[in-house]
């Protein structure tokens, strides 16, 4: 541990259970468990030692700060898929109902070791994105089993450039204000049992000479916003003052075998 008073850089991440308080007394302690499950074995499988972090436990929450030697693509794009791969395998046996569905806020800055903390401003804006209104009602209005949020610094430095396959074009990027922060977040949805491939990378807006796009034969308004849809990302944004120019589900989740093998 490093003194207190001098900073150290490093990543933070920062979990959450989505609707953990409506849960029973016997299912959050099988949720607790199941949690360090997940989060032990995807930082197992993508190369991290979970061991090694500093980890504040909250009952339903984590946050953890990272050793200097963690690569930070390997945290956004492996770690979060690997989440993405275990919770596959946790929901596809249980009732629907009991889904693990989690959000995850990663950012990297400057950190103390408090003795009752973390002080400094990189874990608190990591929580604040974590808490941000848009990334929770993003979760709850999508079928998603993870939603992701990074710090626009992470974004710029490791999503941007395509690190470990890392697509820009898969984040929303949105405006976060929670108490004393303000700041710009980029959110991507990850997983649950309706993932589904766009047949194109639209959702611009019509120009003029589009041709109108025919009713599909259910007679379903083509335009409706769906679950984990830009749309229904966006409104997230605009309904919670924290907006930007939304973008859709990711569609390359990798979830490993749902039979188990």
């Known amino acids: 541990m490093s003194d207190p008073d001098t900073p150290v850089r490093r990543t933070v991440v920062a979990v959450?259970?989505?609707?953990?308080?409506?849960?029973?007394?016997?299912?959050?302690?099988?949720?607790?468990?199941?949690?360090?499950?997940?989060?032990?074995?995807?930082?197992?499988?993508?190369?991290?030692?979970?061991?090694?972090?500093?980890?504040?436990?909250?009952?339903?929450?984590?946050?953890?700060?990272?050793?200097?030697?963690?690569?930070?693509?390997?945290?956004?794009?492996?770690?979060?898929?690997?989440?993405?791969?275990?919770?596959?395998?946790?929901?596809h046996v249980q009732d629907p109902a009991l889904?693990?569905?989690?959000?995850?806020?990663?950012?990297?800055?400057?950190?103390?070791?408090?003795?009752?903390?973390?002080?400094?401003?990189?874990?608190?804006?990591?929580?604040?994105?974590?808490?941000?209104?848009?990334?929770?009602?993003?979760?709850?209005?999508?079928?998603?089993?993870?939603?992701?949020?990074?710090?626009?610094?992470?974004?710029r430095d490791i999503v941007e450039p395509g690190y470990r396959g890392l697509r820009a074009v898969e984040f929303t990027p949105v405006e976060v204000r929670l108490k004393e922060f303000t700041g710009t977040g980029h959110v991507r949805l990850l997983g649950g049992p309706g993932a589904r491939t766009p047949a194109a990378p639209a959702d611009r807006p019509a120009r003029p000479g589009d041709e109108a796009a025919p009713a599909p034969a259910d007679g379903r308004d083509p335009k409706a916003a769906r679950p984990g849809s830009r749309q229904e990302i966006h409104a997230a944004a605009v309904a919670t003052g924290e907006q930007g120019v939304a973008i859709g589900r990711d569609q390359h989740n990798h979830y490993g075998s749902r039979s188990g093998r």
Request: glycine residues 6%; hydrophobic residues 45%.
């Open 16 to 91: 959450d259970v989505h609707q953990y308080s409506s849960a029973r007394s016997l299912q959050q302690v099988d949720i607790q468990e199941t949690l360090i499950d997940v989060l032990d074995t995807a930082a197992t499988l993508s190369g991290l030692d979970r061991s090694g972090w500093y980890k504040q436990a909250q009952g339903d929450a984590e946050v953890a700060v990272l050793p200097a030697d963690a690569p930070e693509p390997v945290v956004v794009a492996d770690l979060v898929q690997e989440l993405t791969n275990r919770l596959a395998r946790v929901n």
């Open 99 to 155: 889904r693990l569905r989690l959000r995850v806020a990663v950012h990297s800055g400057m950190v103390h070791f408090g003795r009752n903390g973390l002080p400094g401003p990189a874990a608190v804006q990591t929580c604040r994105l974590l808490d941000s209104s848009v990334l929770k009602r993003a979760l709850a209005s999508s079928d998603a089993d993870l939603a992701l949020i990074v710090s626009d610094a992470l974004f």
